[in-house]
């Protein structure tokens, strides 16, 4: 992983999680820990049970495909999570970018043939493009 910078909830969120059991052990001792434990096992089901519910979704739809590109540019805002932007299309996104390429480019398209090209940097929206059909210029949409 030579080259990529290093981010920073992936060294705080271990370190956060020990901090959290060592409280929970000073102040609870063994029962304290246990309830930690229970309340992150409880919070990592949840986030998992939401990730399967909008990849079931997406699954159902066509690839790169959303009811309104406008409405879903309108929708959208700078540091958005990919798998929110998934939820809110309800659609795999055409992938533009070669694969294992930074930044991942992904295009959603409406049946009028407007389309929105999102560009996306370590999984977080960075900035997109709307493009409607007929229009002078293809840069008309919100770019971040």
Known sequence: MRGRPVNAMRVLAPLGLLA????AWQAGGWPGVALAASALVLWA???????ITVMKRAANRPMGYVGSAVMLNAKLRPRLPLLHVVALTQSLGERLSPDEAMP???????????????EF???RLVRWTLARP?????????TA
């Open 45 to 51: 089901l949840l986030h998992y049970t939401r990730l």
């Open 104 to 118: 991942e480019v992904y295009r959603w398209r409406d049946p009028g043939g407007s389309s929105v090209t999102a």
């Open 20 to 23: 959290l059991l060592a409280g």
């Open 121 to 123: 940097s370590g999984g």
């Open 134 to 142: 007929g229009a002078r210029d293809a840069d008309d949409g919100m």
